[in-house]
């Protein structure tokens, strides 16, 4: 079994990098979130957050998940990715 965070689907492209920006999935105000069989995961995926001119102090490896608002969905780490994403 696997714990999930579900994120948006992936619509909205920044317009520079050309990568996905997804949030976190909520409902009822709460992260939507599941436990999966394995195999129903298709893919890893690397994500980047989003964090402007400045990136907050508060932040750290273990907290940026839970903090940060949005983030990239980074395809360029992954050739197979890529082209799957393209």
Same mark, same amino acid.
């Given at each position: ?20 920006? %997804? ?7 709460? $992260?939507?979130?599941?436990? &999966? /069989?394995? =195999?129903? %995961? ?7 957050? $989003?964090?402007?001119?400045? &990136? /907050?102090? =508060? ?15 980074? /395809? ?11």
């Amino acid at each position: 079994l696997a714990y999930v965070e579900w994120f948006t689907a992936l619509q909205q492209h920044d317009p520079v990098s050309s990568l996905y920006i %997804i949030t976190h999935s909520t409902r009822n105000r709460s $992260r939507n979130v599941s436990v &999966i /069989s394995v =195999d129903r %995961i298709i893919r890893p995926c690397h994500l980047q957050v $989003r964090c402007g001119r400045e &990136i /907050s102090k =508060d932040w750290t490896a273990d907290s940026v998940i839970e903090k940060a608002a949005s983030f990239y969905v980074n /395809s360029y780490i992954d050739l197979d990715m890529f082209l799957s994403l393209e």
